[in-house]
């Protein structure tokens, strides 16, 4: 079975990002918020924006299941407060989650999180008890910096973040750690902010005692790790400099998916990474969505990365591609894609 553990929304119906420009609009004047009973999208609107894209690439790219969550570039957590974000994240997961029970047997829910700088992360648990319970999702975005590039978060082994971990421990979700929109000139969303966060929490889980407090917690670095696997021993180094176990320790409880978009990438990843840590994903329809014109392939087809790797056995890259995501991600255990009804 093939598992993306990593998809969004990104084709959702244009009157999600209408009613969100009006609520943005509206910020700083709450009388003018639109009414979420205002935006109006049909379920035959929801299949025509499925099934002619990340449906039709699933099919084409042998794709069982997608972990599917909201458009993390529209999480935007640094505009408005903490009534925006938590009026946008509700209506964003419920469209999610009436894709999952369109097509029950191709997505399965990921949600995202209330966040709002400098707003405690424990307002984020109504939320989230809400999506796992009543929802049915199977894990949570986790932004470390909801200030949009500004970096104002404490780390994420902060005590603050502890109730969202707590959460997570009880309900046994994983958290996708995805930053949202970049409002920094200075880091551009997808090709640097993307992957600086991705870098950076793996860093702070490095200098942090966070798993000796939730042993069982389990977190995904999406897009290959960002530079993690390239400076694998600068990592090492630096938590020998620092007292830390060894990073690949850390693998226990983390792992980095494939949406890595050269086959040097893949290889370097399952040269460094061991193959119980890798998770198959392609983060399509996303952030790259161009032909590369050496290969003649979409960037995003990271399943012929995977498949021509020679850093894998048959029965890692069969780990790979979904005996690893029913391990970090449990709850798919009772999906009806695994189950067959």
Known sequence: MVIDCHGHFTTAPPQLAQWRERQVAAAGTPQDTPDPDELVITDDELRRAIEGNQLRLMDERGIDLTVFSPRASFMAHHIGGFEVSSTWARLCNDLVHRVSTLYPDRFAMGAMLPQSPGVDPATCLPELRRTVEELGAVAIN?????????????????????????AMAAYD??????????????????????????????????????FDDFPTLRMVIPHGGGAVP???????????????????????????????????GIDLLTAVVPSRSVLFASEMIGAVRGVDPRTGHHFDDTRRYVEATPNLSDAERTAVYGGNALRVFPRLAAHPAVTGH
């Not at 970049?182 to 860093?203: I, K, R």
């Open 230 to 264: 390239y400076h694998w021993g600068r990592f090492r180094g630096l938590a020998m400099a620092l007292g830390r176990p060894d990073p690949e320790t850390l693998l226990d409880n983390v792992s980095f998916d494939t949406c890595v978009y050269h086959q040097p």
């Open 142 to 166: 986790l932004n470390p910096d909801p200030s949009g590039g500004r970096w104002t978060a404490p780390p994420l082994t902060d005590r603050s973040w502890y109730p969202v971990y707590e």
């Open 173 to 210: 979700v994983p958290a996708v750690i995805h930053v949202s929109t970049s409002c920094n000139p200075v880091f551009h969303t997808t090709g640097a902010h993307y992957l600086n966060a991705d870098t950076t929490a793996f860093m702070q889980l490095l200098q942090g005692r966070l």
